[in-house]
């Protein structure tokens, strides 16, 4: 399974889904640079996920609405949510001969690097901290976020005014956040800098276990419908000495990656945690005013998290299928391995290839390279011109082109071409006048 994973690490530097970041100068501490495929998927992802947030249900009550909040906050913020203290912390042990530092859970008794002995395990905060202004100064200091939804917390009231919502309804955000974690690994699995889609639902304390029920099954769905298998798939209720430090109930959604199972996405009940605290630091008064019970209290938050680097991980490895060469009448079998991403149309990064059948005749070329410029602006499309015509079909199974487009002699003469299905290996002919409708249409779902 390790294989596996080198595999699609390859993949991704190979066809430009992920980098290494700073990688001239040997790497930076465990960050990524997303690609030109990357960029798009991880774009596909998050819009994904913000259509099924933000548009399923409307305001006023019960629905869920957006909101981009600054990544630098007081540090009051962090005070008051707990992150400064031991509850955001990893315990960390030390090496006492190579001084190689790891996270006490993940490491046996002695160092996994060079066999020395280890020190007892101590407290490390994850807080990523930084200087805002010229002096570098207790004064001054701050943290990059640990987690957006602070931001959430801090404009309840600006949202909630401003848009005049009752309860129960959802704030939600995408944004990159930051950990100091201790063992990086499992390529972007676990980072230092990472994006993460949370939303925050506010509710009435008596509403709290019901909506945790129903946002738990919606998540675990939203995976299913993008094409996550079932038995990858699974939610496991996270046991009280194990929860986050703000969490009164925890259920981790967990994929099966081919390092293990391991959590994507996390449903808490908060409680009123977060807002007691900062009303209680900040010396605003937030609760809510319920009209319909005339009463005054704060509500409780069922909060969905997960990260978009982890989603994307799972998603590629979900995809991921090696087939015996030859899957297509024009491709000629060879002792070569195909690769085919199986990504869900909306997650796949490039929508539409076009291909002419042969390089050394331009008429063909003439017409096909119209055609790209006449889908262009409607689908991401890539031209591949290089190559016999079944190798180019190798090329873009492995980035996961749902439609293939060839451009041949009888496109010259009827004005049509031949559409690929990339899963069905369906072939068909379709009018150029009608191809930007029929791409649409098979695009939808
Ligand atoms: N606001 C709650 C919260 O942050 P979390 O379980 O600590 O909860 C939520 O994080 C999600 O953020 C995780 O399920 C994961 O998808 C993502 N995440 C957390 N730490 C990460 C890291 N170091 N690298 C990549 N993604 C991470």
């Known amino acids: 399974m390790a294989d596996l994973m080198e595999k699609i690490v390859s993949l991704c530097k190979r066809r430009g889904f992920v980098y290494q970041s700073s990688e001239i100068y040997g790497g930076f501490g465990s960050c990524y640079d997303f690609g030109p495929l990357g960029v798009e998927m991880k774009n596909n992802i998050k819009k994904a996920w913000w259509d099924e947030m933000t548009k399923k249900q409307s305001p006023p009550a019960g629905g869920i609405v957006g909101l981009d909040a600054a990544i630098l906050m007081s540090p009051k913020v962090w005070q008051a949510s707990g992150h400064l203290t031991a509850g955001f912390a990893d315990e960390l042990a030390e090496c006492k001969a190579c001084k190689k530092r790891f996270r006490a859970d993940l490491v046996g008794k002695t160092c996994s690097e060079c066999g020395g002995e280890l020190t007892p395990p101590r407290k490390f905060n994850l807080m990523m901290k930084t200087f805002v202004g010229p002096v570098e100064d207790e004064a001054n200091q701050t943290y990059l976020r640990a987690e957006t939804c602070q931001g959430i917390y801090m404009n309840f009231e600006n949202v909630l005014n401003s848009m005049r919502l009752k309860i129960p309804f959802g704030i939600a955000q995408i ?36 909506f945790f029920e129903r946002w738990q099954k919606e998540r675990l769905k939203w995976y299913l419908n993008l094409g996550i298998k079932k038995e990858n798939l699974r939610a496991i209720e996270v046991p009280k000495k194990e929860r986050a430090h703000y969490a009164k109930k925890q259920t981790d959604i967990e994929y099966r990656f081919p390092f293990g199972w391991q959590e994507i996405e996390g449903i808490h009940n908060r409680g009123d945690w977060d807002l007691s605290n900062h009303a209680k630091y900040s010396g605003e008064d937030l609760r809510y005013y319920d009209e319909e019970t005339k009463e005054k209290y704060f509500p409780y938050i069922i909060e969905t998290s997960g990260g978009a680097d982890r989603s994307f991980l799972a998603f590629l490895c979900d995809a991921y299928q090696e087939i015996p060469s030859g899957r297509t009448k024009t491709t000629k079998p060879t002792k070569e391995i195909e690769i085919l991403l199986k990504l869900h149309k909306k997650i796949a990064p490039v929508k539409v290839a076009v291909l002419p059948l042969v390089k050394n005749k331009p008429k063909l070329i003439k017409k096909a390279k119209e055609i790209y410029q006449l889908l262009k602006p409607n689908f991401v499309c890539q031209y591949d011109e290089l190559g016999s015509i079944g190798r180019r079909y190798r090329r873009v199974d492995e980035i996961g082109v749902p439609y293939s487009l060839t451009i041949d002699f009888e496109t010259l003469k009827q004005e049509d071409v031949t559409v690929r299905d990339r899963d069905t290996m369906k072939q068909e002919r379709v009018k150029i006048s009608e191809l930007i409708e029929v791409l649409e249409e098979k695009l939808k779902n």
């Open 175 to 210: 944004g990159k956040a930051f950990r100091n974690e201790i063992t990086p690994k499992d390529f972007i699995y676990r980072t230092r800098e990472f994006e993460q889609m949370e939303m925050q639902w506010f509710c009435r304390p008596k509403d709290a276990d019901i």
